[in-house]
């Protein structure tokens, strides 16, 4: 059974920086393109970033380009979200995601429509 486990969650103060980690088991993570999502208290789950399979292209959604960066490392099959300069608005529960499409861009994965595994989600509290 594929599974997609989150880690490095946690609590931290306005400015400061996690990195979560999404290490996949049963899943080859070279074959798929990664997707970061997040779920805020009474909102839909969102966009964070997505990257191709190749980590040649990478996407972020407006509210954090310049802050957080999605990379990957094939070998060890975990796909990573450096977040630094934390707002309490990034609070959330943040989830990865494995889509099978193949794009060379990352733009094309935006969209929660067509990722078929999903990771249980790691909480991030950002504390003003």
């Known amino acids: 059974q594929v599974q997609l486990v989150e880690s490095g969650g946690g609590l931290v103060q306005a400015g400061g920086s996690l990195r979560l980690s999404c290490a996949a088991s049963?899943?080859?993570?070279?074959?798929?393109?990664m997707g970061w999502f997040r779920q805020a208290p009474g909102k839909e789950r969102e966009f964070v970033a997505a990257i191709t399979r190749s980590g040649g292209s990478t996407s972020y959604a407006d509210s954090v380009k310049g802050r957080f960066t999605i990379s990957r490392d094939n070998a060890k099959n975990t796909v990573y979200l450096q977040m630094n300069s934390l707002k309490p608005e990034d609070t959330a529960v943040y989830y990865c995601a494995a889509h099978p499409a193949v794009s060379s861009g990352a733009d094309y994965y935006i969209r929660e429509a067509g990722y078929n595994y999903w990771g249980q989600g790691t909480q991030v509290t950002v504390s003003s």
């Open positions: 049963r899943l080859t993570t070279s074959s798929y393109a």
